[in-house]
């Protein structure tokens, strides 16, 4: 072989290399027809990672761990999941997830409610990430009666200011709603249900937030409605952290409706004063 044909022999194998780790770093992509996503930091590497739940049976769920500097969500650092927690499918639209660091070690972790069973599993964050074979803690409705309520969409705060995540369990019609206190353990004790106490109308038409408003320490709910006209709702943690009744919040704010499916709402301390804002963008 001459030089030229070495040459010629190296530049290929260099362009063969190029291509292959080009091709093995691919960015993972997704679309909401076929997974539904979820954010957190799984791995507590400080970088957010995102958990993909297939809306199919036949697909199985993916984690997929951020990085920082080139593709943040790159197919080399993509985990297949199990589809099965507890012999149980993990298909989205048949659990109700919430991603919280209930365990207060840095760790995101999930907490993944299956209706049709009646009971839910708290899966660990961990340095490897999720794994669904072994969840810390299986609930059923004696640890968080909450599968009474029919169907019911779960969100995570702190209500009562203390060191430990609390559950908020909002039953779909919007009238009747559960509030449960984290406990040391990851176990969750049932502080607050009531009947008719948000007038919000459903999912569908309402999105709801958690946020501490009025910087006491303790997170409120703003319920704010998708389409134009219609009346926004508060909701304050009172000081044991139980939600007082929803109170009206006007739909129209210096004459502009700041409805949420035209306008991106974020809650924040826009004005640096200590106590979050409404922010309409
Ligand atoms: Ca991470
Ligand atoms: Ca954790
Ligand atoms: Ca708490
Ligand atoms: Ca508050």
């Known amino acids: ?19 292959f780790s080009a091709y093995s770093q691919e960015a ?3 679309d909401d027809e076929t997974y539904i996503s979820y954010f957190g930091d799984f ?13 199919e049976e036949t697909l199985a769920p993916k984690l997929v761990l951020g990085t920082e500097g080139g593709l943040k ?4 650092n993509q985990l297949i999941l199990t589809s099965h927690i507890n012999n149980q499918t993990v298909v989205a639209e048949l659990v109700e997830i919430v991603v919280a660091d209930y365990t207060n070690d840095g760790f995101s972790d999930l907490l993944i409610a ?4 009646n009971n839910a599993f708290l899966v660990a964050g961990s340095v490897n990430g999720l794994n669904f074979a072994d969840p810390i803690k299986l609930y059923s409705n004696n640890e968080l009666s909450v599968f009474d309520i029919g169907n019911f969409s779960f969100y ?13 369990a909002i039953s779909d019609n919007s009238k009747h709603h559960k509030v449960f206190h984290g406990k040391e353990g990851v176990n969750f004790e049932l502080v607050q249900s009531k009947k008719n106490h948000f007038k919000w109308k459903n999912k569908a038409k309402t999105k709801v937030r958690i946020a501490d408003i009025n910087g006491d320490g303790k997170d409120d709910i703003i319920a704010s409605s998708r389409k134009k006209g219609i009346t926004h709702y ?3 943690a009172n000081k044991k952290g139980k939600l007082k009744k929803s109170k009206k919040l006007k739909a129209k704010l210096l004459n502009k409706e700041w409805n ?4 991106g709402l974020t809650v924040n301390d826009a004005n640096g004063d200590g106590t979050l804002d409404i922010v309409k963008s």
């Not at 072989?1 to 291509?19: D, P």
């Not at 507590?44 to 809306?55: E, N």
């Open 260 to 263: 949420s499916d035209d306008f």
């Open 73 to 76: 969500y790159s197919s080399v």
């Open 28 to 30: 993972v992509k997704w």
């Open 114 to 117: 299956f209706k049709e069973y």
């Open 1 to 19: 072989m001459n030089k030229k044909q070495f040459l010629g022999k190296v530049f290929f194998l260099f362009i063969l290399i190029f291509t």
């Open 43 to 55: 791995n507590g590497d400080q970088v957010s990672d995102v958990l993909l739940l297939p809306l």
């Open 234 to 236: 508060v909701s304050f």
């Open 156 to 168: 995570a705060g702190n209500f009562n200011g203390d060191e430990y995540l609390d559950l908020l």
